[in-house]
């Protein structure tokens, strides 16, 4: 099994910045992607960056310039950083990876996300 455990989130004034951490740990061989996501009441879960273990990333149009996601492989830990954030922001934001299993096996989890709100 593996756990992705997140940290960071809150409130911020829009503006304002906000940094996300995601550490991976368990049955890890290799971690393949990793990133985020974020859903908004009453809206479906989408994708905000992702980052693959050599460095490749992408980003949603809706936070290009605003976010970057830095990637620590040897601690299998993700980070988004976000600023000039806005009240559209506002979602939870889940950590997800892809993970190749000690035991065999490639797995995708999902943390158990954390709240970011911006206020206006």
């Known amino acids: 099994q593996v756990q992705l455990v997140e940290s960071g989130g809150g409130l911020v004034q829009a503006g304002g910045s906000l940094r996300l951490s995601c550490t991976a740990s368990?049955?890890?061989?290799?971690?393949?992607?990793m990133g985020w996501y974020r859903q908004a009441p009453g809206k479906q879960r989408e994708l905000v960056s992702l980052?693959?273990?050599?460095?490749?990333?992408n980003y949603a149009d809706s936070v290009m310039g605003r976010l970057t996601i830095p990637r620590d492989n040897g601690n299998n830990t993700v980070t988004l950083q976000m600023n000039v954030l806005k009240p559209e922001d506002t979602a939870g934001y889940y950590c997800?990876?892809?993970?190749?299993?000690?035991?065999?096996?490639?797995?995708?989890?999902w943390g158990q996300g954390t709240q970011v709100t911006v206020s206006s």
């Open positions: 997800n990876a892809v993970v190749s299993a000690s035991t065999g096996g490639q797995f995708r989890y």
């Open positions: 368990g049955n890890i061989f290799s971690v393949h992607l």
């Open positions: 980052i693959s273990s050599g460095g490749d990333n």
